[in-house]
C-alpha cells in the first residue's frame, strides 16, 4: 500500500454558528504589520495559540498567521469531539451492561445518534471560545487570516503583507494521511477532519488502520449501532503499546462486536449501489467486505508544502516533517517548530509543553530540552490506556535493567464496586532502584490514573517513596499503591526477616 | 485411594497409549486429535518420538517394535518431498504444521512452521540419544535423526532479520508474526543455535531475549508470559535447572524456577478468580492453549460470557471464559509437584466423569452447562496435551527425557551459543 496525502476535505456548511468564534467576522480585518516581530507564528492550533499567548503575556510582539480555522485539528477535528461522543456512546453501553450493575436495563435502547453529534457541537463551540481572533487580538496578538510563507529567513508574506521577524515558529500542523488505495477516492471516504459532521450513524463502518484514533472512533461507533470492522496492515494490534494492554482492549472489542482483522491489507474499494465492497487480503486468504462507510486513520501528514520553507533555509521531510534539534530549532536557528508538523507524538498536551519550550529558547535564551519532558498520553477507549515515560523495549535497548510492577485491576476494591475490572497498573523501575521510568495504566479512567506516576517521574519520586503516599479510599488510583508496596516487599531480606522475627518474639 | 506413584503411573500409560493407538504404521505420522478427519501434526509426532523411549522404558512397547516405528517415522521425512510449492512435506529442511495422515502432504493451507518442526526435531533427537544400540535399525535412526537436523536451513527462517519468524507459507512468503516477548521459542532457538550446518547467530537469542518482560505479580518475580504451555513446552526436553542464560544471570533464576513461579500464579489466579467462574479454585487452575467451548449456552447463574473455542487462554489478563486445561498441572509436575499432585487428584475425585480411562481431556469448563459438574468438556483427546503428559511425568519420576538430550550435542552447543552456563552444562 503506497500512501500519499490529499488536501482536506472542506468543512460543510452547519446551521449553528459552529465557526463564527474562531474564524474571522465578515469584517475581520487584518492588523497593519509591526515594523519587527519578536515572534511570527504560522499556525493558528494549539502550539500557535499556546505560545501567541505565553509570548503576547511576556511583552513580545508577536504575529499569529491562520489559513483555516483557529484552534486546530485537537479543538474542532479531533480530541474534544471525539472525547464528546466517546462519553454519550460510554453512556449506551452503561445502559445495556445496566444488570451487571445492578440496575434494570430498559426493555429498548433507542440511540439518537444526532442529538449526540448536536451536543458535540455545542460543547466545540463553548470551548472554542477561548481562542476567538477578538480574544487573542485583545491579549495584544496580531492575528492575520491568509496562507503564510516565508519569502526569506527573516519575512513572512501573508494576504499580501511582508512581516519582519527576529523568531519565527512553524506550527502548521498535519493532515490525515490517505492510502492509495484504488477506489478509495472514487467510493468516498471520511477521515477525522469530516467524521464528526455525520449526521447519521453508518449502519456497517470499516475502519482502516487500527490507531489510538481509528480504534475510539471505532468503539464509540459501534456502541451507536454500527456494525465496525477494523483492518490495519500491521500483524500485532496497537503495535507501539504494552502487549497486554493492547490483549486486553482487542478482547473488549472483540465481545462489543467489533471485528478486528490484523495482517491484512486493503486491495481496493468498489462502489456498488449505496454500499462500498472493499476487497481484503490476510497473507493467503482473500476476502471482501460490504459497508456504508469507510474511516481512515493511518496517520497523519505534516503540513510542510507551500509555505516557503526552502526559501528560509528549512529542512523537511514530506513524512517525518520538518527537522528539529533538542531545543526545537530548525536548521534556521532563528526559526523554531512545533506541534504535529515535526513532533512523533501528535498530542495536544505535547504542544502545551513544547510551546512554552518555545517561548523561553526563542525569546529568552533558554537552552530547554524537548527531550527532558516526561510525555503521558492515553488512547481513550473503554478501558482507556495510558502511558507515560519508557517501554520496557526501550529502557532494555538502552540497556537499562527493568522490573515491572503489575497490579490487576481487578485486585483494586474500587475498580470492583465500579464493575471496572478491566485492565492494570504497570510501573515500570530500574532493576535494583526505586526509579520508575515509565509505566502503562489500563482502566477506565487510565488517562487520569496516569498522572500520579507522571508526576513521580517529574519530581523524580522513587516508588518507595510513593508507597508512603495515603491515597482515599477507595479510589481505583490505589492500584499504584498497592504497586509501590509490592516494591517494599521483597526488601524484607532473610537475614532482616529474621531480625524482625528476632525483634518481635 | 491410589499412591502417587499408582496414579501418575496410570495417567502416563493412558497418555502413551494415545500413540500407539493414532500413529498411521504406513508412515509413522500421528493424529493431531482423536477427531474425525484430524489430520497429522509434525510436533505430536515430535512428542511420539519422544513418548517411545519412555513406553520402552516402562514395558509398555518391545523395544523392537518401537525401533520399527521411529525408523518408519524417520525414514518418511527424510524421504518425503521438499520443495518450494504448497503439495509437498516440507521445505528447506522445516515442515508444514499439518499434513495428510495417509500421503504426508501439507493440508489446511498449514504454514511452514518453526516451532513445530523444532518439537518434531527434538523427538528425532531424543530417539537418537535414546537408540544407542550396535544394531543396524539403531544406527541408521540416529543417522537419519542426525541428517534431518542437518537439513533444516535455520538461517534462511530469519528473513534477513535479526529474530526468526514463525513460519513461512507459498502462498504468501514469511508470515509477518515474530517471536516477541517469552514463549515456548526457546527450543527453537536453541535447536538453531546448535547447528553444525546452518547456525543461528547468537544475536539472533539476544534480539529475542532483549523483547522479555520481568515482572512482579502477586508477589512473584518471575518472567512473564500469560498461557501456562509457554513455560512448559520446551522443558520437556531441556533440563532447565541451574543453567542460566545472560537474562537469568541478571535476575539471580532460572527457567526452571521461573516455571514454577509460574505455577503458583497460575494457582493464585485461580483462587482470587476474578471473573467468577465455576470450578476455579486451589486445586483448579491451569489456563493455557487448549480446547474450549465456543457454541454452548452459559449456566443460568453465570452471565453470559465470550467462549473462545480451541485458543490460547492466559494468566492474569486473559483471555479466560472459565476453561481450564486438566493436563497443564501435570505438564507443570516437575516444576511444583506439591501443588500438581493436589490438582491432579482433585480433578479425579471431583470430575471422575471428565477421565476416560485416565485420560485428560484438552479443556473442560464447568461454567457452560454440561452433563455433570464438569460442565463442558472437550471431545476426543488431543496428542500435545498427551505427549507433554508422558513427557513431564517421566521427567519428574526419573527424569529420563531430560538425561537424554543433556549428552545431545546440539543441544548442548546451542545452549552454549544461547549464553547459558553452569549447572550440568
Known sequence: ?505 | MLSNDDLLDHLQSAACGYFLRETNLANGLVADSTRVGAPASIAVVGFALSVYPVAVERGWMPREQAVERVLLTLRFFWRSSQGETGSVTGYKGFYYHFLDLQTGQRVWQSELSLIDTSLLLAGALTAAAYFTGRTNSEAEIRELADSLYRRVEWTWAQNDKTGLSQGWKPESGFLHYGWEGYNEAVLLYVLGLGSPTHPLPSTAYAAWTSTYQWENLYGYDFLYAGPLFVHQFSHAWVDFRSIRDRFMREKRSDYFENSRRATYIQREYSLRNPRGFRGYGRDCWGLTAGDGPSTEVPRADHPKHRLLGYAARGVPFGPDDGTIAPWAALASLPFAPEIALSAVRHYCERYPDMLKDYMLPSGFNPTVTGDGPQGWVSQGHFGLDQGIIVLMIENYRTQLIWKLMRDCRYIRRGLRSAGFRGGWL
Open chain 1, 1 to 505: 500500500m503506497h500512501s500519499a496525502t490529499v488536501s482536506s476535505p472542506s468543512l460543510p456548511e452547519n446551521q449553528d454558528g459552529r465557526w463564527t468564534v474562531s474564524i474571522p467576522s465578515i469584517e475581520w480585518r487584518n492588523p497593519r504589520p509591526a515594523r519587527k516581530y519578536n515572534l511570527v507564528i504560522l499556525g493558528g492550533g494549539p502550539a500557535g495559540v499556546l505560545t501567541a499567548r505565553a509570548a503576547a503575556a511576556w511583552g513580545a510582539k508577536v504575529a499569529l498567521i491562520e489559513r483555516n480555522l483557529l484552534g486546530g485539528t485537537c479543538l474542532n477535528t479531533g480530541c474534544i469531539p471525539s472525547k464528546t461522543i466517546i462519553r454519550t456512546s460510554r453512556l449506551y453501553a452503561d445502559m445495556r451492561n445496566a444488570e451487571a450493575l445492578g440496575a434494570h436495563a430498559p426493555k429498548t435502547i433507542t440511540v439518537d445518534f444526532a442529538a449526540a453529534m448536536a451536543r458535540m457541537r455545542r460543547i466545540r463551540v463553548r470551548l472554542s471560545r477561548g481562542v476567538s481572533a477578538d480574544i487573542l487580538s485583545a491579549a495584544g496578538i496580531d492575528v492575520y487570516f491568509g496562507a503564510a510563507r516565508f519569502a526569506g529567513s527573516s519575512t513572512v508574506i501573508v494576504a499580501d503583507e511582508t512581516l519582519r521577524f527576529k523568531k519565527a515558529l512553524i506550527a502548521t500542523g498535519a493532515r490525515p494521511l490517505i492510502p492509495s488505495i484504488p477506489g478509495l477516492v472514487e467510493a468516498g471516504y471520511l477521515t477525522h477532519e469530516n467524521v464528526f459532521e455525520l449526521t447519521e450513524c453508518p449502519r456497517r463502518l470499516l475502519v482502516i488502520g487500527g490507531g489510538p484514533l481509528g480504534c475510539e472512533l471505532a468503539q464509540a461507533l459501534c456502541r451507536f449501532g454500527s456494525q465496525v470492522t477494523i483492518v490495519q496492515k500491521e500483524p500485532m494490534f496497537l503495535s507501539h503499546e504494552e502487549r497486554d494492554a493492547a490483549q486486553i482492549l482487542s478482547e473488549v472489542l472483540a465481545r462489543e462486536g467489533i471485528d478486528v482483522r490484523l495482517n491484512t491489507e486493503v486491495l481496493r474499494v468498489r462502489k456498488q449501489g449505496n454500499e462500498k465492497l472493499v476487497d481484503l487480503v490476510s497473507d493467503d486468504y482473500s476476502s471482501t467486505v460490504a459497508v456504508d462507510q469507510i474511516l481512515v486513520g493511518i496517520g497523519r501528514s505534516p503540513n510542510v508544502e507551500s509555505i516557503g520553507l526552502e526559501t528560509a533555509g528549512v529542512h523537511y521531510d514530506t513524512d517525518a516533517g520538518v527537522r528539529i534539534n533538542d531545543f526545537l530549532q530548525t536548521t534556521n536557528s532563528n526559526i523554531y517548530a512545533t506541534g504535529d508538523v515535526c513532533l512523533e507524538h501528535k498530542f495536544m498536551h505535547i504542544e502545551d509543553a513544547s510551546a512554552r519550550i518555545v517561548v523561553r529558547n526563542a525569546l529568552f535564551w533558554g537552552r530547554e530540552r524537548v527531550s527532558a519532558l516526561t510525555i503521558p498520553w492515553c488512547t481513550y477507549t473503554d478501558p482507556e490506556i495510558a502511558h507515560v515515560g519508557m517501554y520496557v523495549r526501550e529502557a532494555i535497548r538502552r540497556g537499562i535493567p527493568v522490573k515491572t510492577f503489575t497490579v490487576p485491576m481487578y485486585d483494586v476494591d474500587r475498580a470492583v464496586a465500579d464493575g471496572e475490572e478491566e485492565g492494570f497498573v504497570k510501573i515500570h523501575v530500574k532493576e535494583n532502584s526505586d526509579k520508575i521510568i515509565g509505566a502503562t495504566v489500563v482502566a477506565r479512567h487510565a488517562g487520569e490514573i496516569i498522572d500520579n506516576i507522571s508526576l513521580a517521574i517529574c519530581s523524580n519520586i522513587g516508588l518507595r517513596r510513593l508507597a508512603r503516599v495515603i491515597y482515599p479510599y477507595p479510589t481505583q488510583a490505589a492500584a499504584i499503591k498497592m504497586a509501590s508496596d509490592s516494591y517494599n516487599l521483597p526488601r524484607l531480606t532473610p537475614v532482616r526477616s529474621w531480625l524482625l522475627r528476632r525483634w518481635l518474639a
